[in-house]
């Protein structure tokens, strides 16, 4: 018995052929949705701020994870690009927009910033060493927390310049061309004026180093150069008196002047001439010591008073017709005052 074959239409042909079509679509589209949606998971790192999630995951969730973490209407900065290839222990840092506190030496500043880490802040706020900043409180890979207080120390170096002024010394030369007592000053000083310049380092407006780095003499000083005599006088040469014969040589007054005439004592004193003064004699070679005005008498001008006798000028510190007589230890005379008429033996040395 013989089979009959029927041959297929080809409408029967037609249909079957798009059914081919069709799964081969379906594969495809399996394909495709295998390599973007089911690739082999990554190890993928999300940090937030200060927060570490770690999650398995593919490119195609990528979005769906970073939105479990924060809401997609914050404004933030991330390190991730969505058209690049999702890699194996890949970190996406995301940051946030944080409050922050600044302690800058003596000021405090408050900044909002979106940096992730304290490195970052520094160099988006210019807060380098160069610039005098250092921070003293955290580490620059140390990540940042809102509300977080920074602390810095600024540093400033300047340069102070001081000038000093020292006064000259005073030299004393004895002079045997010059009268026993007497002095001549023979060099008058100059203060040395020096100059000198610092490099100042200060912290937070403190300064905490000083350092000399230049110095130089602005002007020369010199000393005071006076000269001391050690002449011994000798009888009636020139205007002198000597030891021997000073209140017994008959010497010519060369005027006469009317004078008050008071009285003074120490228990050791000086003279303002420089002449030392025998407080227990109260006398110098023999003459009483006297105070005067050295505009009318000179130091070493040498007087008769009536009833004392001969006197020298040693001392100052009265003014005009006043003389004031040394009398050291002893009792000042019960009238205190008097008022001679003096004469005139030797004006100064």
Known sequence: ?????????????????????????????FLVFALVGFSTPKEVTIRIDNTVQTA????AYVSQLISEFIDPNTEMMMNYDKTAPLVDEMEIVISTPKTLTLQLGNMTRTVTT???????????????????????NANVEDYLAKGMMLTFDFTTYTQDVITESIAATVEYVEDDTLLEGSEEMMQTGIDTV??????????????????????????????TIIHIGTKQAEVAIANGVSNETATETPLQPIATLAMKMTF??????GSASGVPVDSQTKMYQGMRILSADWSILPAGSIVNIPGWGKSIVLDTG??????DMFIGTDSVPSH?????????IRLGW
């Open 264 to 269: 003074y004592g120490c228990q050791s004193c």
């Open 318 to 323: 009265v003014s005009g017709n006043h003389i």
């Open 194 to 223: 020096i100059e000198r310049t610092y490099n100042v380092r200060t912290v937070n407006e403190a300064i905490v180093e000083r350092t000399l780095v230049d110095e130089s003499i602005i002007t020369q000083g010199q000393p």
């Open 336 to 344: 205190g005052v008097e008022y001679p008429t003096i004469e005139i």
């Open 56 to 59: 398995y995951t593919s490119k």
């Open 114 to 136: 979106s940096a992730l880490q304290v490195q970052e802040l520094l160099v988006e706020e210019n807060l380098t060493e160069q610039a005098g900043y250092s921070l003293v």
């Open 1 to 29: 018995m013989k089979t009959k074959v029927t041959e297929p239409s080809k409408k029967a042909i037609a249909i079957h052929g798009h059914h081919y079509v069709l799964r081969a679509l379906v594969l495809v589209g």
